[in-house]
Nanobody, 122 residues
C-alpha cells in the first residue's frame, strides 16, 4: 500500500493550496480517508476526514469554513483544498486510510502517506 501526498509549499497568509494524496495497493473506495498535520515536538493533529463514499465529511474546528476535503474514487485520489491560510496552519500534512467509518483518531488509520510540508508566512 502506498499513499503519496503532494501539493505542499510556501504561501503567504490568506493564500490557498490544494493537497493531493494518490493511493495504490488498496481498494481506495473501501476506505475512509483523513488528513492530519504535525509540527515539531507536537502530536499528530486531526484536520479532516471523509467516508468511503464521500457523503460524510468532518472537520476540526480550527479549519472549518476554510478547508474542504474531497475524494475521487475513480482516480484513487484524496484532496484537501486549503483557503484563507494562516501561519498556524504551518505543518507537515499527512493523508491516511482507515477501514470502516471516518475517524478523528490517528490510531484508527492503517496506512499513512509520507507527508507534505505546508508553510504559511505572515
Amino acid at each position: 500500500v502506498q499513499l503519496q501526498a503532494s501539493g505542499g509549499g510556501l504561501v503567504q497568509a490568506g493564500g490557498s493550496l490544494r493537497l493531493s494524496c494518490g493511493a495504490s495497493g488498496l481498494t481506495f473506495s473501501n476506505y475512509a480517508m483523513g488528513w492530519f498535520r504535525q509540527t515539531p515536538g507536537n502530536e499528530r493533529e486531526y484536520v479532516s476526514t471523509i467516508s468511503f463514499s464521500g457523503l460524510s465529511i468532518y472537520y476540526a474546528d480550527s479549519v472549518k469554513g476554510r478547508f474542504t476535503i474531497s475524494r475521487d474514487n475513480d482516480k484513487n485520489t484524496l484532496y484537501l483544498q486549503m483557503n484563507s491560510l494562516k501561519p498556524e496552519d504551518t505543518a507537515v500534512y499527512y493523508c491516511a486510510a482507515a477501514p470502516g467509518a471516518p475517524s478523528t483518531y490517528w490510531g484508527h488509520y492503517d496506512y499513512w502517506g509520507q507527508g507534505t510540508q505546508v508553510t504559511v508566512s505572515s
